[in-house]
């Protein structure tokens, strides 16, 4: 192929590129600037419900605590009527209160609310981290055993931003949406970098001086590839949570053998004729024996025969993660699984997801309002310079070059194919898409025959 064609071809691959970049844009710039501005919001959780909660999350530290199950106790008495406690999280650092969470009977978890790690398959009783949707928490001083207040865990400022973000606070039948914005702006992303690409003597990084229409390419296409990485992170873990594309994500996994050791069901406990069960306090010592050293989240035996069941209860250590049952008499560990258990896809997830919602530290709440500053900006540069380039009365679609949907590669329809297949809500609206481009085509034709 002589360097005229292959620059021809190159052409009408790019004009393809842009034209897709141009309705990935359309389509998800509505939701994208909601999830950019509601995410920045999330950011800020931990000083909101520093400052909201610090009453109940912390207390001055004494002398000495008092056995866990004086707490567990004063907690019971200030739960609702009927309800029955779900799990306990005991005090970590000297500062912290003990969180005992109730629910009612029979309550089920809530499986959006805590976005639950995909690379992680339930407990036998309830999932991890996860509160049931009723829950209310009851926060107690671990050293006089007062009781300092209660709280639904839905009202928690991180719930209802959690919420607000993945869902729009609506129901799940419009969480679509969000997933729909989620898949085009990976496409955004995997064609501007296309685009952006530098060929030649072309630079990637913007010239000094550049203003106008040029200068607004010149940063929008920068900023966008500079974050690339976190863009993909973020996409990539939001995809995990979806309906569509995280049920296909998940089947990958489990074909490709990724998914992570499941928790077993059905151990039992061998009663003690000679000694009682454990209470919390002696389970509670059971647990800091074998677990690392993070905050805990205890869940007792429902019945004689089940088994204690521990998992960390701060996500923002994924090295310490872990899983432990053991006999609910005599402490004898039934089964652990660690860091080392946990496979490759377990791990990045495990890593990924906690990253997505800032649980790092500054450093990672800092990057993510980066980040969601700059999705503004590419958002709002990208509609500056397509009004800057729009002809009045017209559409202002990127000009399409003859051929140009015969010009990707090879790899690029490979790409393609891998990403509708992932991401289903994708293929259906792609198809929809392609649907309208025929339409356009045969109105420019006819247009072009009336002349």
Request: proline share 7%.
């Amino acid at each position: 192929m002589t360097d005229n064609m292959q620059s021809r071809r190159l052409a009408r691959r790019k004009s393809l590129y842009w034209r897709i970049h141009f309705w990935a844009a359309l389509i998800a710039t509505p939701f994208a600037l909601l999830a950019a501005l509601t995410g920045m919001l999330y950011v800020f959780t931990p000083q909101i419900e520093s400052a909201l909660y610090g009453h109940l999350d912390h207390v001055a530290p004494q002398d000495a605590i008092q056995p866990l199950d004086a707490a567990v106790a004063a907690a019971e008495k200030a739960a609702p009527k009927g309800w029955v406690v779900q799990n306990v999280v005991p005090p970590f650092q000297v500062t912290d209160s003990v969180q005992a969470v109730f629910a009612p009977p029979g309550a089920q978890a809530d499986e959006h609310a805590g976005h639950n790690m995909p690379g992680m398959k339930p407990p036998a009783a309830k999932p991890a981290f996860v509160p049931p949707a009723q829950a209310v928490v009851v926060y107690v001083n671990p050293y006089d055993a007062t009781v300092l207040g209660s709280l639904a865990s839905s009202q928690r400022f991180n719930n209802w931003a959690r919420k607000l973000h993945s869902r729009l606070l609506q129901t799940d039948g419009w969480r679509w949406m969000i997933e729909l914005a989620a898949s085009w702006l990976m496409v955004m992303l995997v064609t501007g970098v296309i685009l952006w690409w530098p060929r030649g003597a072309q630079s990637g990084v913007p010239r000094k001086g550049a203003t106008g229409r040029n200068g607004w390419r010149q940063w929008h296409a920068f900023l966008g590839v500079a974050l690339g990485l976190v863009s993909f992170v973020i996409l990539t873990t939001g995809l995990t949570w979806s309906q569509q594309a995280g049920g296909r994500i998940r089947t990958l996994r489990d074909i490709s053998g990724q998914a992570n050791p499941p928790v077993p069901r059905g151990l039992h406990s061998r009663e003690d004729v000679n000694g009682g069960p454990l209470d919390w306090q002696g389970a509670w010592q059971v647990a800091r024996s074998h677990a690392p050293a993070i905050a805990l989240q205890l869940t007792a035996p429902a019945s004689q025969e089940d088994v204690w069941r521990v998992t960390m209860a701060d996500r923002s250590q994924p090295l310490k993660r872990f899983d432990l049952q053991f006999d609910a008499y005599s402490g004898k560990p039934l089964y652990y699984a660690g860091w080392d258990e946990q496979t490759a896809f377990g791990k990045a997830t495990a890593i990924g997801i906690p990253f997505h919602r800032g649980e790092f530290g500054w450093w990672n709440q800092a990057l993510l309002f980066l980040f969601g500053a700059s999705v503004l900006f590419s958002l709002v540069s990208g509609w500056i310079m397509f009004f800057k380039r729009r002809v009045p009365g017209t559409l202002g679609l990127p000009k399409l070059l003859p051929g140009a949907w015969t010009s990707p590669s090879p790899l690029g329809w490979l790409v393609a194919a891998a990403m509708c297949a992932l991401m289903p809500l994708l293929l259906i609206s792609g198809a929809v898409l392609a649907l309208l481009e025929l339409g356009l085509a045969q109105a420019s034709r006819r247009q072009s025959a009336a002349r």
